[in-house]
């Protein structure tokens, strides 16, 4: 099994080649080639298979065909601008986030020949806007409020109507919020929900903007790899023409999430958050989602965590050896 | 005050432009010149003030920008490969209906200046997919089933992201099955809803190819101007940023139908309809919303009429001169 990671570069994407470089298969099959494209050069970890990687700018025009030419049995399209820079620069994020999907959807389509790939989109639940029900069902209209989630519920669009006519064979999820994310601090608006709880257990200070009742969804990076894995082995004959899935997360107040913290890092951990809100994360928040209700991927199989207890714990798994540093 | 009208040559571009050379003004600003263009020359019917004819293939980079050069204050975009015609030919669908809608709004958005002309979009209940509720509610989702549902889709997303960023004042108005469409029969698979009454008024024989209990929804086609008009000429501060909205329409079954064309045209034009299945158009016909719940668009003062009977006597008002032909 051949497998192509478009956006391999990004958090996410590292991950999931962590993964995929460790199980060797996928859906019970054995991995014989992963190509791995970003606009940077991706990391290359030793491998029992191949690995190749190609760095391009795949909205440009025949940047895409090269990526499906050895024609990849699954593709993972996680390749995006991020809602913020999609905002800043109109023209940027509409040739990445639509056209350079477009590019990559009718390069498949001219392979031809039955060729008919498995392709796993990251969609975003940036695809809804404001004003929500107090949770968001599967057949909720979308109405996003920023170019890039209406980049994303574009690329749903197009996901279902080439899937549908047998282009490819398509699976679009929306990732709620990736927490608890690794690394440094990033200028998402979103970026606290993470900083809140990384910065404390690690010893450092962080800043808490908004008000402790804002009620978010989230799911670690774990289950964002585990959603992707489990859209590229699914039977889709059981999804029918409806291919893009809001996934499962955990709905929490950020109050819960620093409950959840105290009960795992201790009241010291907590005495790190400094409450200083600020007047324009607060607007943004105002226009997120809440919560979702999502049935449909649950009967799938989709499954996120149960707590943010447990989101916290996957941190400290994955990211921190199982243990939290000397303090 | 300056108007274009995209698909000026259609059916439905053809009685707007009528209505506006007899009305002169729109929203109570006298008309000062009418832009009309198509992929084929349309009329140009005697007016108060000039009419311009443009012809061109608007998805043709270039070809959009001399459209907006006046600065048109209005502009109708009712130009679109139909339904039928892009799912044959994908690549021309998707040209004409995304491509050539994305290069008008991004037309409009280069003349920059201040310039945020009014844009009404026709879009197309082929953005809803079935399974469908039995009235389809205005925050029920896009899940088109069709290559021209998901282009229209795609348009009502370009629209609502281009309103927000302020380029242009658009509205998406998604239009019912227009019945009773004037002329000869045509070859679209919903032809026969307008066939079973405009035949059998005019004397000659018409075949309903699907079960009597089949149920639609309906609006005159002088309900389609209306929409039109009222669409160009709303306070669309009141609509915010969810600028797509189901018009309005007359839900009812063949049988419905044919009752009202019974009581208006008498037993003898009911006597013209030969039922004979198309397990085809059945088949077709399946897939089809049957009913909406168009809340939003008539506490927006959009209307349709209030009955089948009604939209029969509009048939009879506007092209027969308001009495049926002797037979």
Known sequence: MQILILGAAGMVG??????????RQLGGQEITRLI??????PERPEASFPIDTLTSDFSMPGEAEPLVATRPDVIFHLAAIVSGEAEADLEKGYRINLDGTRLLFDAIRHVGDGYRPRLVF????AVF???FPEAIGDEFFLTPLTSYGTQKAIGELLLADYSRRGFLDGIGIRLPTICVRPGKPNKAASGFFSSIIREPLNGQEAILPVPMDVRHSHASPRSAVNFLIHAATLDLSRVGPRRNLTMPSVSVTVAEQIDALRRIGGERCVA????????????????????FDARRAESLGFRAEGSFDEIISIYIEDELGGALPDQ
């Open 272 to 291: 790190r958050i400094r409450h200083e809100i600020d007047p324009n994360i607060v607007r943004f928040v105002e226009g997120w989602p809440r919560r």
């Open 36 to 41: 791995l494209h970003d606009v940077v050069e």
């Open 129 to 131: 806007g404001a004003p």
């Open 122 to 125: 990251t969609s975003s639940i």
């Open 14 to 23: 590292r991950k999931l080649v962590e993964r995929l470089v460790q199980e």
